[in-house]
């Protein structure tokens, strides 16, 4: 068709669709909106102005109407723009990563960023009333005379003792009964981008990250909470520091989550078993950190743990907490270093910082105190890895067992730091999982190994007991256990030093990082509920469980939050198998991992369960996969029929119950 013909068609086309109404309909708007316009883009680029515009107006529709008989002043109207949105331009958005930062328009920019510390709620003075000094000159009375704050401004700026008459030039002195008050909070926040600084894998890429501090007020204070990331409309300004005034904008996010063509290929080639696909995927994952085959079981608990975690605008109530036994630290703090990389929100603790909310003195003046949030809260809705559990000290182990106990952490604040006579606390929820190790080659552990009376127990005697509980799993890695195969991880390093640039195997070729970054997304943000069946066998599991492993004088073994754990992992290997439904086939590989977890803390109980019971064969090809299958099918009759021997009844539970 010609060029002609095709632009008639397209006509005939959009008036036969209403488009053409429509798009006539849209040009008389926009017409007819000129003055909007021209509005809206004074109070983007010039607010102070701006505000002064819409407190003229005010003032006069006050007088007209005569809805305040006490008003004299357009000055005692105060105007606050809040601005919900802003053009999706680049020159409205203020990124924290460039510099120099733009103070000088003064206008409303956009930011984003999360939140790394914030201040106890202080006052400030919204607006003050001043009289002249001298008794004699007109302006002694009246309201000629008001300050209110505006964005940006310093508390002096509102409130001084050197202000003069412009009439008579004496000095002002303020009318106290006439101060109106409001609540002023400071935040800090850092842009998401600083959180690779946290990660301890920079790739080789130097970096420097500056946090930006927010100055809240009045309603909006107490509106944000530390490790959540907010979109941010303020007015930049510096004054002796970066400090902004702000409008806060709800960080409401649209994502659309996607897998690779070959995870998609090799998700409807293992489609017909329960067990397959996650069982490559552990196989497979991190290759170009251990060859695959090596550490399958804790390559697939790192998984598990990671699509249980979440977007910080969600709850994380479900966490999956990791304490690994092993004598190889080089090898597994490289794994959980680099798997910490794939979900937003992961964190490597330096153990020179704090691993929890502390204070300290804040440094603008206010008399309030700032609460820095440690790596637990940023870390809120993703992990938090802290490395050796043993080269944290006694009282910090302490502070960390409360938290994966109570899952909240509570900040005492000292009336003297914070200028008040009462005392004050706040309580912050821990969302996120945390991931940690024992070096059992350590010498001090090694000098103090004792034999083991019960079959499959490890010995843990300089870990109290009820802190080795407190984490939902228990794995040990080291080089006797069947996940640890010497020689290929051998072959692996040294191929890893003579051509680090080079492709270490198929796996890391075929499904690089990338690819596994977009799966745990997509997984992780399944909606996933119970079948019945599945629900019948976590509770008869549990149930038995706790039967078995009860005595008359310590009581049950099981801690509280044994049920949370058994259905956490249960949901976490059905979204890492990318479904909807908790079938029995995910709740078995959950008592599985948590059995394993139950012998190594207290020894083999009438469930036996090998400690390569989750993994039996190495995954060679289709026919190990097979046989695997087949194993797990005898493991699911054996776990039926220990619930039927030590909880009969629990099959006919209802949901509810």
């Not at 940023?378 to 890895?385: E, S």
């Not at 083999?604 to 064969?617: E, I, L, Q």
Request: charged share 20%.
């Amino acid at each position: 068709m010609s060029n002609l013909k095709m632009k008639e068609a397209a006509l005939v086309y959009l008036d036969r669709s209403r488009g053409l109404q429509k798009f006539i309909d849209d040009c008389k708007f926009y017409n007819d909106s000129k003055q909007n316009a021209e509005l809206g883009n004074h109070v983007l680029h010039h607010p102070l102005k701006a505000a002064q515009v819409f407190q003229s107006v005010c003032f006069i529709a006050v007088k007209t109407l005569s809805l305040i008989g006490q008003l004299q002043t357009e000055t005692q109207i105060n105007i606050v723009l809040k601005l919900t949105h802003l053009p999706p331009l680049p020159s409205y958005a203020l990124d924290l990563c460039e510099f120099p930062l733009d103070y000088t328009s003064q206008r409303f920019y956009m930011m984003q960023g999360i939140v790394i510390a914030m201040t106890t709620v202080t006052k400030y003075t919204q607006g003050a009333r001043f009289l002249c000094s001298d008794e004699a000159c007109p302006c002694s009375k009246g309201f000629q005379y008001i300050r209110v704050h505006v964005p940006g401004a310093t508390e002096s700026a509102t409130v001084r003792n050197d202000f003069l008459c412009n009439l008579c030039s004496s000095s002002l002195q303020e009318d106290r009964k006439f101060r109106v008050l409001g609540d002023k909070q400071i935040i800090e926040i850092i842009t998401t981008k600083a959180l690779h600084a946290f990660q301890g894998y920079s790739k080789n890429l130097p970096f420097r990250f500056q946090s930006f501090t927010i100055f809240l007020r009045d309603e909006l204070v107490n509106k944000m909470n530390i490790g959540n990331e907010y979109k941010i409309i303020g007015i930049p300004t510096c004054v002796k520091s970066s400090q902004t005034a702000v409008c806060i904008e709800a960080n409401i996010h649209t994502h659309f989550f996607w897998i690779s063509d070959n995870f998609n290929c090799l998700f409807s080639l293992t489609s017909v078993s329960c067990w397959k696909f996650t069982a490559i995927l552990a196989n497979i994952f991190a290759s170009q950190i251990v060859p695959p085959g090596t550490y399958n079981l804790l390559k697939l608990c790192l998984l598990m743990s990671l699509v249980q975690t979440s977007d910080c605008k969600k709850e994380l109530e479900n966490c999956l907490d990791i304490l690994i036994i092993t004598s190889d630290t080089l090898l597994v703090d490289r794994l959980l270093n680099f798997s910490i990389n794939l979900v937003p929100h992961g964190i490597h603790h330096p153990v020179s910082t704090e691993i929890f909310p502390t204070l300290s003195t804040n440094k603008y003046g206010t008399g309030a105190v700032s609460i820095q949030a440690g790596s637990a809260l940023l870390a809120k809705g993703g992990i938090c890895f802290i490395g050796d559990l043993c080269s944290h000290k006694k009282d910090k182990l302490e502070q960390l067992q409360s938290v994966l106990e109570s899952r909240s952490i509570t900040v005492y604040i000292p009336g003297k730091k914070s200028g008040d006579d009462i005392d004050q606390q706040m309580s912050f929820p821990v969302q996120c999982s945390f991931w940690s190790f024992i070096d059992m080659n350590s010498s001090s552990r090694r000098n103090a190994q004792k034999t083991n009376t019960l079959i499959g127990q490890m010995d843990c005697s300089l870990i109290p007991a009820n802190f080795v509980e407190a984490f939902g799993l228990l794995i040990n890695c080291n080089e006797s256990s069947p996940c640890h195969p010497l020689l290929p991880t051998v072959q692996h390093t040294l191929k890893k030093a003579t051509d680090p640039e080079g492709p270490l195997n198929l796996a890391s070729k075929q499904f690089p990082t990338e690819d596994f970054e977009k799966l745990l997304a997509f997984a992780k943000n399944l909606n996933v509920e119970f079948s019945l069946e599945a629900e019948r066998m976590i509770h008869g599991y549990y149930l038995a469980s706790r039967r078995i492993r009860t005595d008359s004088i310590y009581g049950s073994k099981l801690s509280a939050s044994t049920l949370k754990y058994l259905v956490s992992l249960s949901e976490a290997h059905t979204r890492l198998n990318l479904r909807n439904k908790v079938l029995i086939e995910d709740v078995l590989i959950a008592a599985l991992l948590f059995e394993t977890s139950l012998t190594l803390k207290y020894g083999a109980s009438a469930f036996v369960v090998a400690p390569n019971a989750v993994f039996p064969f190495e995954l060679y090809n289709e026919e190990y996969l097979e046989q695997r299958d087949l194993y797990l099918t005898e493991c699911l009759q054996q776990l039926q029929q220990f619930i039927a021997t030590y909880a009969p009844g629990t099959a006919i539970f209802s949901g509810d119950e």
